[in-house]
């Protein structure tokens, strides 16, 4: 089976920064699109980012010129790099992927996976 694990997330100041990384693994035949996601309480998860196995990357407007996602193929993980944090960013933040996995007797198989998320919090 396929896991991904997060971790990064915690407390920081306003104007701070905070690196989340995800790993995914298990029985994996390649990792497509990336992406993190938040929800905030009260609000509806929204996207934060996404990045595809070709490098290309789609983020929020809220959260332009201040994240950066990036990945390595060859280690099946995917980051965010936030900076400049505000306190409306505070949220928990959730790892997603596509992936083609091995399932056996089944063969390969294709679904999207989740995080378990981590907490953001920016608080001075």
């Known amino acids: 089976q396929v896991q991904l694990v997060e971790s990064g997330g915690g407390l920081v100041q306003p104007g701070g920064s905070l690196r989340l990384s995800c790993v995914a693994s298990?029985?994996?035949?390649?990792?497509?699109?990336m992406g993190w996601y938040r929800q905030a309480p009260g609000k509806q998860r929204e996207l934060v980012a996404t990045i595809t196995s070709a490098g290309r990357t789609n983020s929020a407007d809220s959260v332009k010129g201040r994240f950066i996602i990036s990945r390595d193929n060859a280690k099946n993980t995917v980051y965010l790099q936030m900076d400049s944090l505000k306190p409306e960013d505070t949220a928990v933040y959730y790892c997603?992927?596509?992936?083609?996995?091995?399932?056996?007797?089944?063969?390969?198989?294709?679904?999207?996976?989740w995080g378990q998320g981590t907490q953001v919090t920016v608080s001075s």
């Open positions: 997603n992927a596509d992936i083609f996995a091995h399932r056996l007797p089944i063969g390969i198989t294709q679904r999207e996976y």
């Open positions: 298990g029985s994996i035949f390649s990792v497509n699109t």
